[in-house]
């Protein structure tokens, strides 16, 4: 009798589904890093152009105190952003350390891999004749500062390091005043 009892009261049984685990904090958080970069003026029109790349670099605070942009280690460092269809493109997917640190964001164009933060090497054509020239002389550099992480673009605005000097001219050696 028990065994025909075990028999009838038997079921067969159903696994029970695995249930899909929450993710992490971290992985909530995951804020992608945007960038709307403009500028006043470029060399050789007034905004960028089709396949621009500029390099991005992103020192993160601490609580309240600004970070300290370093040749390395920043949260990002030298990061090739390009310009395509209005919109700037990064090598690689970044994203903002958590949703409540806030950042500094530096830029600068053109990109170069092997930018220095303390002593970055560039040359200023001496023979801007040609328009070639005239445009790989023009260095732009822009900073945005305490930045809340958001999903929107971060705006940087950049501005000419190299440009706009003045030279006075004296009267002297072949020259007169008028001249």
Request: net charge negative; hydrophobic share 35%.
């Amino acid at each position: 009798v028990c065994t025909i009892l075990s028999s009838c009261s038997s079921k067969s049984e159903v696994p029970e589904p695995t249930p899909t685990p929450q993710p992490t904090p971290e992985v909530q958080a995951q804020i992608p890093i945007n960038l709307s970069i403009g500028n006043y003026t470029r060399a050789n029109d007034t905004a960028f152009a089709s396949g621009d790349k500029v390099g991005i670099y992103v020192v993160n605070y601490n609580g309240s105190t600004a970070g300290t942009l370093a040749a390395s280690d920043n949260h990002v460092t030298n990061m090739q952003f390009t310009y395509s269809n209005s919109a700037w493109t990064p090598a690689s997917a970044i994203y903002w350390k958590d949703d409540t640190t806030h950042a500094d964001f530096y830029a600068y164009y053109p990109y170069n891999a092997s930018a220095n933060t303390s002593a970055h090497a560039f040359s200023v054509q001496t023979d801007q004749s040609t328009e070639a020239n005239y445009w790989a002389s023009d260095f732009l550099w822009g900073k945005a500062t305490n930045v809340a992480p958001t999903k929107n673009a971060v705006p940087i605005t950049t501005n000419h390091v190299f440009s706009n000097i003045l030279i006075y001219l004296e009267a002297g050696d072949g020259f007169t005043a008028d001249a």
